[in-house]
């Protein structure tokens, strides 16, 4: 089992940057491979960015690239997302996820942290 929690939303304005960061705890976490989604009000989920396995290669939505950067560090088992040039659009709830068997774009998570506010005004 994997236990996972994320903060470091918050509000900002357009333009402006946060860093998320996801804490886990549990079993072996840097086997997992690791990603982050978010899901706006009256939307469904959706793919943020994502590792394979347990890094090297990363994965991210189109909407993101270029302003988005997943890191990871094992020692701390802490997985990150900078955010930068933020906009409205990416007003949602930022969760991560884990999974044992599933990386990149298709990564379906096993585990979920509860997920964390960022809130883009214009």
């Known amino acids: 089992q994997v236990q996972l929690v994320e903060s470091g939303g918050g509000l900002v304005q357009a333009g402006g940057s946060l860093r998320l960061s996801c804490a886990a705890s549990g079993r072996t976490f840097s086997r997992c491979t690791m990603g982050w989604f978010r899901q706006a009000p009256g939307k469904e989920r959706e793919f943020v960015a994502a590792f394979k396995w347990s890094g090297g290669y990363t994965y991210y939505a189109d909407s993101v690239k270029g302003r988005f950067t997943i890191s990871r560090d094992n020692a701390e088992n802490t997985v990150r997302l900078q955010m930068n040039n933020l906009k409205p659009e990416d007003t949602a709830i930022y969760s991560c996820?884990?999974?044992?068997?599933?990386?990149?774009?298709?990564?379906?998570?096993?585990?979920w942290g509860q997920g964390t506010q960022v809130t883009v005004s214009s």
């Open positions: 996820g884990a999974s044992w068997t599933t990386y990149g774009y298709n990564l379906r998570p096993d585990y």
